[in-house]
Nanobody, 124 residues
Framework: QVQLVESGGGLVQAGGSLRLSCTAL????????MAWFRQAPGKEREFVAA????????YYADSVKGRFTISRDNAKNTVYLQMTSLKPGDTAVFYC?????????????????WGQGTQVTVSS
């Protein structure tokens, strides 16, 4: 069992930046592809970004390319999402997820473990 804990969410003005963190408790993340998803109010959860086991492959949703960067530090058992040039449309609960597949995937049902989420609110 992998327990994921997200942190770093908060309120930021449009154009600002935030860095989200996701730490695993009880098990190493180094053998999992990791991803971030988000769910805005009244919308379905959607893929944001994913990173392979060792960080060599990354994959982004078109809506965040060039603004968000996913990275990982396996020694710290943590995955990050650096978000810049934030827009009000980025307001959502952000979730990290773990997948035992080697390469990044963007389908929610491929991911085995999920965190509880962290709220990101971008004001205009």
């Amino acid at each position: 069992q992998v327990q994921l804990v997200e942190s770093g969410g908060g309120l930021v003005q449009a154009g600002g930046s935030l860095r989200l963190s996701c730490t695993a408790l009880g098990r190493t993340l180094s053998s999992y592809t990791m991803a971030w998803f988000r769910q805005a109010p009244g919308k379905e959860r959607e893929f944001v970004a994913a990173i392979s086991w060792r960080g060599g492959n990354t994959y982004y949703a078109d809506s965040v390319k060039g603004r968000f960067t996913i990275s990982r530090d396996n020694a710290k058992n943590t995955v990050y999402l650096q978000m810049t040039s934030l827009k009000p449309g980025d307001t959502a609960v952000f979730y990290c997820a773990a997948d035992s597949w080697a390469n990044p995937r963007d389908r929610e049902y491929d991911y085995d473990y999920w965190g509880q989420g962290t709220q990101v609110t971008v004001s205009s």
